[in-house]
């Protein structure tokens, strides 16, 4: 740990001495990434996903999940994020998972990423419009903001009530 700044754990890694080592420096871990495509995931396996997930932040004493939306469904690039249909299908596993999370304690949060369906502000608020804001936040990365050509300081402002975690590059 020492001088490190940032750390990446798979999901599948053994948490427990990472957890104790943590819990003996005073820290926390800040999020807990959501595994998978969740475009192509049917709603059965998006429940297997978030079981998995709630089990690895509660037992990290972690709180937040981020999720990103790529315009994929892994099988096919561009599949989504080209129609309102895929915006309401995306919305509605948001909130499934997010449901799911919320009523562990666990709060979800969508990462605005630059080629994801997050990329643009209309499309962040298309999802946000969409989605119980009990169950879905975002995860706000400046850094993708100005690679997406947004002004982040606008981003923030505009969603500053759903914004629950925060990426500053």
Same mark, same amino acid.
């Given at each position: 740990?020492?001088?490190?700044? $940032?750390? !990446? @754990?798979?999901? %599948?890694?053994?948490? *427990?001495?990472?957890?104790?080592?943590? !819990?003996?420096?005073?820290? &926390?871990?800040?999020?807990?990434?959501?595994?998978?495509?969740? +475009?192509?995931?049917?709603?059965?396996?998006?429940?297997?996903?978030? &079981?998995?997930?709630?089990?690895?932040?509660?037992?990290?004493?972690?709180?937040?999940?981020?999720? +990103?939306?790529?315009?994929? %469904? $892994?099988?096919?690039?561009?599949?989504?994020?080209?129609?309102?249909?895929? /915006? %309401?299908?995306?919305?509605?596993?948001?909130?499934?998972?997010?449901? +799911?999370? /919320?009523?562990?304690?666990?709060? @979800?949060?969508?990462?605005? =990423?630059?080629?994801?369906?997050?990329?643009?502000?209309?499309?962040?608020?298309?999802? +946000?419009?969409?989605?119980?804001?009990?169950?879905?936040?975002?995860?706000?990365?400046?850094?993708?903001?100005?690679?997406? $050509?947004? %002004?982040?300081? /606008? *981003?923030?402002?505009?969603? &500053?009530?759903?914004?629950?975690?925060? =990426?500053?590059?």
């Amino acid at each position: 740990f020492g001088a490190v700044e $940032g750390v !990446r @754990l798979e999901s %599948d890694a053994d948490w *427990s001495d990472c957890r104790e080592k943590m !819990r003996e420096l005073g820290l &926390k871990l800040a999020a807990v990434d959501f595994p998978g495509m969740i +475009m192509g995931m049917d709603d059965n396996e998006l429940r297997d996903s978030v &079981k998995k997930t709630a089990e690895l932040a509660t037992s990290c004493d972690c709180d937040t999940v981020v999720t +990103m939306l790529p315009r994929s %469904d $892994g099988k096919k690039n561009h599949s989504f994020g080209t129609c309102s249909e895929h /915006y %309401d299908t995306a919305s509605a596993k948001l909130n499934l998972i997010g449901g +799911m999370l /919320y009523d562990k304690g666990l709060k @979800l949060c969508v990462h605005n =990423h630059i080629d994801h369906m997050t990329e643009s502000v209309e499309e962040m608020e298309i999802l +946000m419009n969409g989605t119980n804001e009990k169950f879905v936040g975002i995860c706000f990365d400046t850094a993708h903001a100005v690679c997406a $050509g947004h %002004d982040p300081l /606008y *981003s923030a402002e505009k969603f &500053k009530e759903r914004i629950r975690h925060l =990426h500053v590059k």
